[in-house]
């Protein structure tokens, strides 16, 4: 079953598949889900393409239910999550990253668990950028068992984290930490 809220948000028990799906954009046009509010139900873009052009998060907020985006391909396009509040839902981001600018910036990630886990960073050019980002409260942010192979992780610019990322052991190609010491 397939529900469709009226508001831009994804209520509970909503569930919206994107399966698949391609988002591409050409010129000046983007696809936006700007200001959404995934406060429940089940939205998946599981096995998504996202292909040139922009797809913009921009000011989303995701504090309830999941959000699958295993599986999906970000190759090439810039997709944006520029202050986007990740409060207590499970965000699934283990996919795979080539030749793509995925931008975190200036988001909050406070409760629940955001996944990195089994994604694919490379190879190519572009970057997954955290600029400005907090990590605070309990927030689970987890990349501990990425693939690292030549796409740049850019956590080099996070304001604060107290609660740091699950990151690998040891050094990582493209994996960029920042230079202060978290709170313990």
Not at 8 to 15: A, I, R
Not at 55 to 81: H, L, P
Request: proline letters at 4%.
């Amino acid at each position: 079953m397939i529900a469709v809220c009226r508001s831009p948000s994804f209520c509970p028990g909503c569930q919206v598949e994107f399966l698949g799906a391609t988002f591409a954009s050409t010129g000046s046009r983007s696809i936006v889900f700007r200001n959404t509010k995934f406060a429940g139900g089940s939205v998946t873009f599981k096995d998504a393409h996202f292909n040139e052009g922009a797809v913009v998060f921009d000011g989303a907020q995701f504090t309830g239910g999941q959000v699958d985006f295993s599986g999906a391909k970000f190759n090439g396009g810039q997709i944006t999550f520029q202050e986007a509040i990740f409060d207590g839902a499970t965000v699934l981001f283990d996919s795979t990253y080539t030749d793509a600018e995925v931008r975190f910036w200036d988001t909050q990630f406070t409760r629940g668990l955001v996944s990195f886990d089994h994604a694919v960073f490379g190879p190519g050019t572009g970057q997954v950028d955290f600029g400005g980002s907090f990590f605070q409260g309990a927030a689970d942010v987890r990349l501990e068992t990425a693939n690292f192979n030549g796409l740049t992780v850019n956590l080099s610019m996070v304001t604060a984290w107290d609660r740091p990322p699950r990151l690998p052991q040891g050094p990582r190609q493209g994996l960029e930490l920042p230079k202060f010491r978290h709170a313990a």
